[in-house]
């Protein structure tokens, strides 16, 4: 029978000092390869509080399930939700981010231009959708509405200054005539694109004025040349386009300084006279908010302010007939003088004054 040897094979690790050092040299091996990994993950990471990542915006949208349970009465109207839940649920995994080239909100280089094109153009883009944003957002059960009130408020956070549209399911009260020329006209209207009469520019606005109050806001409404009816926003009333209109025709006025007629003597400071300075006031800041851009210069037949012969029968009329006449309109003068929100007493402030320049 042949020999059968086996061989010792003796370890390495031959005292328990080695043990250690190699148990040692394994752990710090470890901790090397953990830090290697961390710089590799955060290197060129933002952690300050600017990073749009950061915000609680794309928190929340990066914490968002999956899905969401809603339970809703289907014979319950719907409600319009307010820009900041749409963006929070349709559009902030984009424009957060800043991904497939979207415009991150916040970011005003980016947001200029778009700012600059018009909310009509930038609310039909959306609707039919421009290169990688799908038509609304994706989302098709968002109104024409929610689409406007998502835009302005991710404008509104990156430098613009645009009014929210009204719900459509809801009646609040109407918007002052710069909060509509803001929303709506100012993109044509300050650039005078399209032959548009710029804001303050009184040469062009004395023509429009010339044909008729009424005449210019029919075309506002129905829309004229290359404007759009209702400057491209449905939900605009009837009446804050009037007041839309009456801004503009002031702001011709005030821009192009047309000088008013010279304010009457002021009573003597008794007691008796204090509440009729204090009325006369207030009939001249109604008169030169609302009523210059005609009577100052005579525009559409308006008698001018201090002409006496201009202003002689009408004060033999009598005061209550002039109220009259300025509260329901007559002729190119609208009621109010085109602003309807201004209180009775207000105009009748401004009759007062008028018919005082010109007794």
């Not at 830090?35 to 950061?54: E, R």
């Not at 319009?80 to 981010?97: F, L, N, R, W």
Request: proline share 6%; hydrophobic share 45%; charged share 20%.
């Amino acid at each position: 029978m042949s020999e059968i040897r086996t061989e010792e094979h003796s370890s390495p690790i031959k005292t328990p000092k080695q043990l250690i050092i190699v148990i040692l040299l394994a752990l710090l091996v470890l901790i090397i390869l953990i830090v290697m990994l961390s710089q590799l993950v955060t290197t060129g990471f933002d952690a300050s509080k600017n990073n749009p990542a950061l915000s609680e915006l794309a928190i929340a949208q990066r914490l968002k399930p999956v899905g969401d349970v809603e339970v809703v009465d289907p014979s319950a109207p719907k409600v319009d939700k307010t820009g900041k839940e749409i963006v929070a649920a349709v559009c902030g995994a984009c424009h957060t981010s800043g991904v497939l080239n979207a415009p991150k909100i916040g970011d005003k280089a980016a947001w200029g231009k778009l700012i600059a094109a018009g909310l009509p153009r930038l609310k039909q883009d959306t609707i039919n959708g421009i290169r990688q944003m799908p038509a609304r957002g994706g989302n098709p059960d968002l109104s024409d509405v929610e689409i406007e009130r998502a835009i302005i408020y991710m404008v509104d956070q990156s430098g613009g200054k645009w009014i929210e549209p009204v719900s459509s399911t809801a009646k609040p009260a109407e918007r002052s005539g710069e909060q509509v020329v803001q929303a709506a006209c100012a993109h044509c209207h300050q650039t005078g694109v399209g032959g548009a009469p710029k804001i303050g520019d009184r040469a062009a606005w004395i023509p429009r004025a010339t044909k008729g109050y009424d005449i210019v806001v029919r075309s506002a409404i129905k829309g004229h040349g290359g404007m759009p009816a209702r400057g491209g926003m449905a939900d605009l009333t009837d009446g804050e386009l009037r007041n839309a209109v009456t801004y503009m025709f002031n702001m011709g006025a005030a821009e192009a300084k047309v000088p008013a007629a010279a304010a009457p003597a002021a009573p003597a400071t008794t007691a008796a006279a204090a509440p009729a300075q204090v009325d006369a006031n207030k009939g001249k800041a109604v008169y030169e908010a609302n009523c210059t851009v005609c009577h100052a210069a005579g525009i559409a037949g308006a008698p001018k302010a201090g002409d006496k012969a201009a202003w002689a029968p009408r004060l033999k009329t009598g005061m209550d007939a002039l109220y009259a006449t300025s509260l329901k309109g007559k002729g190119a003068m609208p009621p109010k003088g085109g602003n309807l929100s201004l209180a009775d007493a207000d105009v009748k402030a401004a009759v007062d004054y008028l018919a005082g320049m010109a007794k």
